[in-house]
C-alpha cells in the first residue's frame, strides 16, 4: 500500500507518516517498504495524467509498504487509530499463540500414531498376497482332486 493511503488510514498526514518512517528507517527494511523510484513515479503519475494533488498526483516518490510493513507503521504512528490498529494485532497475534500451543498436542498424538501405523500399509500388501497365495493353492488342490484320473482302473464286482 502507498504512502498516502495508509495515511488515511491511520488518520495522519501523509508527511508526518513519512517523517514517522524516516526517524525509524532501521524498523524498515526493504521487504516492509520501499520508496518508489523516479520511474516507477512517473509511470504512476502518467496513469492519472495529471500532478494535481486532487487526483491522486503526487510531487515526489511515495513509499510502498508490504503487510510487515503496515504492521511495523502501525506501531511506529502515535495516532489512535493506529495505536488500536496495533493493540488488535498484538491480540490477535496471542489468540493465534494460544490456538497454537492447543493444537501442538493434538500434532503431537498425530505424529505419534503415523510412526506407529506407518509400516501397517506395507503389512496389509503383505496379508493381501498371503491370501492371494492361499486361493491359488486351494484352486491347485481343487483342480488335482477334479483332475482326470489316469491308469489302471478296478471296478469294484468286476474282480
Known amino acids: 500500500m502507498l504512502d498516502l493511503d495508509l495515511a488515511n488510514l491511520f488518520g495522519v498526514e501523509t508527511k508526518q507518516l513519512k517523517r514517522s518512517v524516516r526517524r525509524n528507517l ?8 520501499f520508496e518508489l523510484s523516479k520511474q516507477e513515479l512517473a509511470n504512476w503519475r502518467s496513469q492519472f495524467g495529471t500532478s494535481n494533488r486532487e487526483k491522486m498526483g503526487v510531487r515526489r516518490p511515495p ?4 503487510e510487515h510493513g503496515v504492521l511495523m507503521l502501525s506501531s511506529v504512528l502515535t495516532s489512535p487509530r493506529a495505536v488500536q490498529v496495533n493493540i488488535q494485532i498484538v491480540r490477535i497475534f496471542n489468540k493465534m499463540k494460544k ?9 503431537t498424538k498425530i505424529e505419534s500414531l503415523e ?4 509400516d501397517h500399509d506395507d503389512k496389509i500388501i503383505l496379508i493381501f498376497e498371503y491370501v492371494k497365495q492361499l486361493e ?3 484352486i ?5 482332486h477334479n483332475r482326470r484320473k489316469i ?3 478296478i471296478i469294484p464286482g468286476k474282480e
Open 136 to 138: 491359488k493353492m486351494k
Open 26 to 33: 532501521d524498523r524498515f527494511p526493504q521487504d516492509f517498504m
Open 140 to 144: 491347485e488342490e481343487t483342480d488335482f
Open 99 to 107: 490456538m497454537l500451543l492447543s493444537y501442538q498436542n493434538l500434532m
Open 63 to 66: 513509499f510502498a509498504f508490504t
Open 115 to 118: 510412526k506407529l501405523y506407518a
Open 151 to 153: 491308469g489302471f482302473k
